[in-house]
């Protein structure tokens, strides 16, 4: 009886302290919702609900992020063949193990031998939620979705939180900001405020116009150097929360702006001899842009800082 009644005093007792804790601490803004008593590990917020990592990870594993977690003075262990191909990082990946192909994604088995004690990745829910279930039982995995970050400044500063990086984070931003005024700065004169601009691409057998999201400089071009889109692109892609459209190629004069950038990816092509394309001012007025999939594809931000100053230079070639 008495073992029972000190055993339920010291579970009250926990329970007591882990409140105490909590409320002095508060919730932070975030995915970051407390450090533990022992102060080795914390909670955070995620898609497949709370869990505990550690406060200063050793070995991480990333999915997804590997750029982000590389601008935080952070090296991983291991990452992703397509994140390693990343065209933007190519001088900062040495060292860094393949843990899975383009095509078959995450390899559980990759992972568990470099025995990482904190795993970030895109997948956790639908379709990949049996690769989360593996990858979970390595070591306390991260969701983070496509989408959920909507610009630089949003993922720097989740991720700078969640690994105990904010004053990294801060001072990388701090830097993008000003070589993001600089390009806005060297934009005035090279396009009126009145042009507008497009991005517009053939995709594998479809046609797609891209908003102001992670897809073909969206960021770079819309974002960061403000440019303006035409009103159908305004209104059915910004006003309604959308990064991309799927559209017939008939109808693409209705989103065609004064400039075009075509992206050409996954065996899409735009076919230059058409009449319809060849009616469009910015094909007559020869500003027409083709992007580097490899360039503007990826959407972290290195990537989009970086197509920021190119969108610039392609822009001042063409006066």
Not at 141 to 148: D, E, K, L, R
Not at 177 to 192: H, M
């Amino acid at each position: 009886m008495f073992i029972k009644r000190s055993n339920k005093l010291l579970l009250t007792s926990i329970i007591m302290l882990s409140l105490f804790v909590t409320a002095c601490r508060g919730v932070n803004k975030g995915t970051v919702s407390a450090e533990n008593v022992d102060g080795k590990t914390k909670t955070v917020s995620t898609v497949n609900g709370d869990i505990e990592i550690p406060v200063e990870p050793k070995k991480i594993v990333v999915d997804g992020y590997l750029p982000s977690v590389l601008t935080l003075g952070i090296k991983p262990v291991g990452s992703t063949a397509s994140d390693l191909k990343n065209v933007h990082i190519q001088d900062m990946v040495s060292g860094i193990e393949v843990i899975g192909g383009e095509e078959d994604g995450l390899s559980p088995e990759a992972i568990l031998e470099l025995k990482p004690d904190l795993i970030i990745t895109l997948i956790g829910s639908g379709a990949d939620n049996d690769k989360y279930e593996q990858i979970s039982k390595i070591a306390p995995t991260i969701s983070i979705p496509f989408g959920t970050y909507k610009d630089v400044h949003s993922e720097l500063k989740g991720l700078g939180e969640m690994l105990g990086k904010e004053k990294e984070a801060e001072d990388w931003l701090k830097d993008y900001d000003k070589r993001v005024e600089a390009a806005r700065g060297k934009i005035k004169g090279l396009i009126e405020d009145k042009e507008t601009v497009s991005i517009l691409g053939a995709y594998s057998k479809g046609f797609y116009v891209y908003g102001n999201g992670g897809y073909r400089g969206g960021q770079a071009i819309y974002r960061n150097l403000k440019l303006t889109p035409p009103e159908t692109i305004q209104k059915e892609l910004m006003d309604a929360g959308e990064t991309f459209k799927q559209i017939s190629f008939e109808v693409m004069k209705d989103y065609a702006g004064d400039y075009i950038f075509f992206d050409e990816s996954y065996g899409g092509k735009i076919d230059k001899s058409n009449s319809m394309l060849k009616s469009l001012e910015a094909v007559k007025n020869d500003k027409v842009f083709y992007l580097d999939p490899d360039f503007f594809w990826p959407y972290d931000p290195i990537a989009v800082i970086n197509q920021t100053e190119k969108v610039v230079q392609m822009l001042s070639e063409k006066r």
